[in-house]
Every structure is written in C-alpha cells, then in structure tokens.
C-alpha cells in the first residue's frame, strides 16, 4: 500500500471517530495536509457558504472572530457564494477578486493560490454543509484537486452525521434564514400580547383572625407572664400580673380608714342621747363612712385586676414572656393575645415596588416555608392605603388575606406564626408588561415622565 493511499485512508479513519463537531474541526484543519498539501487552512460550516461561520483554523487553538483575517475570510466567502459556482470546487488568485479583497489578501501576507472547496452531503443532493479554504504558494496538481474532493465528501458526511447527532448543532444556521426568521419574529410579538394574569410574590405570615387582646388593666409595672407561647388556656386562667405591693398598700390604707370613719359614727350614735352636739355630727359621719368604704372597694378592685384572667378559650400569642418581667406599661397597653386556633389569616408585607391594582376578593395563594409543595388558596379582606415601614426597613403596604377554605380532616389549620410567601393576582395584562413592568418603571422613575 502506497504512503498516500495509507494517509487518506488513516484521515478518513480519523473522521468516522470524530465525537463531536470540535474534534471534526480540529483534524480537518491540522491534519488534511497529509494528502493535500497547504500552508494555511480555513473551515467554515453553514447550510450557506456565504452565511458559513469560521469554526477552525489550522495551527489556531481558538478562532478570533474580530481579527482582521477572520473578518476578509467571512467577505470572501461571501463574494465566492455570490456566484454560480459556489457549490464546485474552484481556485484562486488575487487577480480573481475584486480589488478590495485582493488588498487585504496581500497586505496579510498570505499565499497567492487557494481552493475553494465545498463540503457537500451526498445524502442531501450535494447540498453544501460547508466550505474549506485552502491556501497554498504554489497551484496544487489534478490528482490532489481529485483527492481533496474525495475527503471533502468524506468531510461533508462526517458534519452531517454529527449534526443529525446533535439536531440542535445547526439550529442557528436555520433561524438565519429570511423566512424562518420573520416568522419567528411574528410568533414573538404575538406571544407578547397574549393576556396573562398580573401577579407579584410577598412575605406573608399567618396570624390570629380576630384574637382578644389582653392589655395593661392599669399603669404599672408587670411582674410576671404566667403563660408560654402557644399555651392553651381557658376563661379564669392567669394570663399575667402586676406588680401589687403598692395597691394592697393602698388597699389597706382604706381599710384602715373605713374603721377609723366607722368607729367614729358609732361613737356619735351612742353619744347622741346625751350631747345634741353629737347628732348633728350623725350625717356628716355617715357620709365620711360611705366615702371611705367607696375607697376601700375601688382598692379592692385594682388590686383584683392587678391579677390578668383570661376571658375566652383560646392560645396565648406572645413572644418571650420573661421580657415583660419588671417592663412598665400603660393602661390599654398590649401584653398578649389569646387567639382561637381554629381562625387564623394571612398577613402580607407587600413591598411598593412590587404594589399591583388590588381589590376586595382578589386570589392569592401562600406557600409556607414548612410546607412549600401545599399551597394555602384565600382571598383577599384588607389592603392598606397607606405604606408603612417594615422591620427591614422596607416601606410596604399591609394586606389580610382569609383562607378560602376549611382544612380537610387530616390537616389542620396553619400554626399561628408560621412564614412563607404569598402570591398575590391582579388584573390581566399582555406578556409584554408582564415581563417587562419593573424595567418600564425603572426608566419612567428615571426619566421623569
């Protein structure tokens, strides 16, 4: 077997091994030249040639698509496939292009003589997958033409058969044809105008529905928080209590009073038989009597209330009871809530950024970070007018969100403080909005329109 013979069969051996389109690349551009002679060597793939982009370049690790020789390889391809023997092999010379190309030709220093040769699939009627540029100093000899358009089938097969491989490999060269690409172009602009539901996510919490709010019974200080965080507790249990030593002082100062005021009376009763003096003093007395048994109960009854009690059914909602030990408070001020498990609600923290069109009723669904795969369904009770700062420093308007519906008997109504997100509806708009509605906001803020 002839060395040349040998060579062509061990670069055809070489191609069917090919994996992937890289390695095709690679091994036609730097190793061709064991049955065709060049010095330089280009390889561009597309359905087109005109249109074929630069993939490989022989003794070139990486193509450089904004090098000058790249862009005059791209603009002679073009003018080659310009012409009616655009798919036939073919060489050239400087003289054999316009003047332009034949410029950069010399200025780049490169050979005077280069093939033209397409990569045609024999499968697909010859229709060309690519073209190879070889560049030579001297015209090659009609056996090498004949062997170069022997691997050039060879070449073009390998390329569709990796492509059929890989069918999104040439996806690009597809979408790059006039047809296909206006009809793509008019596919997105009607899909930018479908109508689509509105909708924004924000940090929701589950809460008490109506709970009873315990709160300071008097100015003081409280002494203890009797109740864990979701304790249960029934009417008459002791919630809290108040710091007392000064009210059962109090207390006894009008207990004290009331015998003193009592044991006058009596005194001015017995007395008055004897001294008229003393029963003029009887109504007087009695009055000092009643006033001070007035005080004692008044007494009496703040220090009772000093005692909080709880008046309904429920579980206490609170935070650390121990930061309320020896805290001052204001009467009516909130120490805890003693809500029902069985209602709760959702509290969203919807941020202004993110504020949609919102009214009574509107859908929102919460995923809680327990359980994210369940989704809770509600509607929408309450939205704020007004923004309030959040803990995070976040100006964010306050919704209250009710559950749509009840629990099935093997669930169970969220626990009260548990996190997650909320997904809130609003109204229909087209997709190009949708997707495009906080950087149209962003442009608007900025420009002031």
Avoid at 268 to 284: N, V
Avoid at 406 to 421: D, Q, Y
């Amino acid at each position: 077997m002839s060395e040349a013979v040998a060579a062509l069969l061990g670069l055809e051996q070489q191609l069917r091994r090919a994996t992937d389109p890289s390695q095709l690349y690679f091994t036609v551009v730097n190793q061709l030249d064991r049955c065709v002679p060049f010095t330089l060597a280009v390889m561009l793939v597309g359905d087109q040639p005109g249109r074929a982009d630069v993939m490989a370049i022989s003794d070139v690790p990486t193509v450089d698509y904004t090098s000058p020789f790249v862009l005059w390889v791209e603009r002679l391809a073009k003018h080659c496939a310009s012409k009616a023997d655009d798919t036939t092999q073919q060489v050239l010379t400087p003289s054999g292009v316009p003047a332009e190309l034949a410029s950069e030709w010399r200025e780049l220093g490169l050979p005077e003589c280069l093939l033209w040769q397409p990569l045609p699939v024999e499968a697909r009627d010859n229709t060309p997958a690519g073209v190879l540029l070889l560049f030579a100093e001297q015209e090659w000899t009609s056996e090498e033409l004949g062997v170069s358009g022997h691997l050039s089938a060879s070449i073009g097969h390998a390329l569709f058969a990796l492509r059929r491989h890989r069918p999104l490999a040439g996806l690009w060269q597809r979408l790059r044809q006039r047809r296909l690409f206006f009809a793509l172009v008019l596919l997105v602009l009607v899909i930018l105008f479908l109508p689509v539901r509105l909708t924004t996510l924000a940090p929701a919490e589950v809460i008490a529905d109506s709970p009873a709010i315990v709160a300071a019974p008097l100015d003081g200080v409280v002494a203890s928080v009797d109740v864990m965080p979701n304790q249960q507790v029934v009417p008459g249990d002791v919630l809290a209590r108040m710091e007392n030593s000064d009210l059962e002082s109090e207390a006894e100062v009008a207990r004290q009073a009331l015998a003193v005021a009592r044991a006058r009376l009596l005194t001015a009763q017995q007395s008055g038989f004897m001294d008229p003096t003393q029963k003029a003093r009887l109504a007087e007395l009695q009055a000092d009597v009643s006033l001070n048994d007035s005080r004692l109960k008044y007494a009496e009854a703040r220090l009772q209330r000093s005692v909080i009690r709880a008046e309904s059914a429920g579980i206490a909602v609170l935070e650390d009871p121990a930061e309320w030990r020896g805290r001052p408070v204001k009467t009516g001020e909130r120490i805890l809530q003693v809500a029902d498990p069985d209602r709760v609600a959702f509290e969203i923290s919807l941020p202004v950024k993110d504020s949609v069109a919102l009214e009574t009723g509107t859908e929102v669904k919460v995923f809680l970070d327990n359980d994210p795969l369940h989704p809770w369904r509600g509607t929408l009770r309450h939205a704020g007018y007004e923004p309030r700062p959040s803990p995070d420093q976040q100006m964010v308007y306050r919704l209250v969100a009710e559950l749509e519906a009840t629990p099935s008997a093997e669930a169970a109504f969220p626990r009260i403080g548990l996190r997650g997100t909320a997904r809130i509806h609003g109204d229909k708009v087209s997709v190009f909005f949708f997707l495009f509605r906080r950087p149209i906001t962003a442009v608007r803020q900025w420009l002031g329109w």
